[in-house]
């Protein structure tokens, strides 16, 4: 069993383009280091979280003042407790509100950066000019940020007009897989003339 493994992990070493190992390389290396730097860094202090969190509240108040025939929404940074395995949780969230009426709170995991990071990480990790690197990095980054906030205003939409099932389905499942389409379709666009067999990342 060992050394079927073993032949295995060599076939598939032998067989795979350097371009390829090499990327899949790359990506694990930067994918570990923000893991690192998050949890160290960057998870306590909300240095990234926060503001993008607030923004993300305040952006889905203003897309649902602005084009929805729905009207006084607002959105306030708030302190939440919440009790999970057990054990009682500080959480500091996006409180989306309509006429003062708590509607929907977004927490740091719903404020889309680990899809931004994910994002950024492929197309740091992918061979192409710096140039068109940092023209992808900043308008994928300003879509995924965008299609977040529809994301945000369609789950209240969801939440306020329809079947709480529906809410839940769209919330866990549909908007999700909808987000993960857009930045696939991002990096297609960005990899559809790069050709691989010559490049070494």
């Avoid at 993300?56 to 306030?76: D, P, R």
């Avoid at 995924?144 to 939409?157: D, H, K, M, Q, V």
């Avoid at 529906?166 to 297609?188: D, E, P, S, V």
């Amino acid at each position: 069993m060992k050394n079927s493994i073993v032949h295995y992990y060599h076939s598939f070493i032998n067989e795979t383009p350097a371009t390829i190992r090499a990327f899949l390389r790359n990506a694990l290396v930067v994918f570990a280091v923000w893991k690192v730097v998050y949890l160290v860094f960057l998870f306590d202090n909300r240095f990234l979280d926060k503001p993008l969190t607030d923004h993300v509240g305040e952006g889905t108040a203003w897309a649902l003042n602005l084009f929805t025939t729905e009207k006084g929404f607002s959105s306030t940074s708030e302190i939440k407790e919440s009790i999970f395995e057990g054990q009682i949780q500080i959480l500091e969230v996006a409180q989306v509100r309509q006429h003062g009426k708590p509607i929907i709170l977004i927490a740091d995991p719903c404020n889309g950066l680990e899809l931004i990071v994910l994002y950024i990480g492929f197309i740091v990790c992918f061979p192409a000019s710096y140039l068109k690197k940092g023209v992808y990095i900043v308008l994928g980054t300003l879509i995924i940020y965008w299609a977040n906030i529809i994301r945000c205003s369609g789950l209240i939409y969801i939440k306020l007009h329809y079947h709480y099932d529906l809410f839940q389905f769209a919330h866990h499942y549909g908007f999700k897989i909808t987000l993960y389409g857009i930045i696939f379709m991002i990096w297609m666009l960005f990899t559809k003339n790069i050709k691989l067999k010559n490049v070494v990342i």
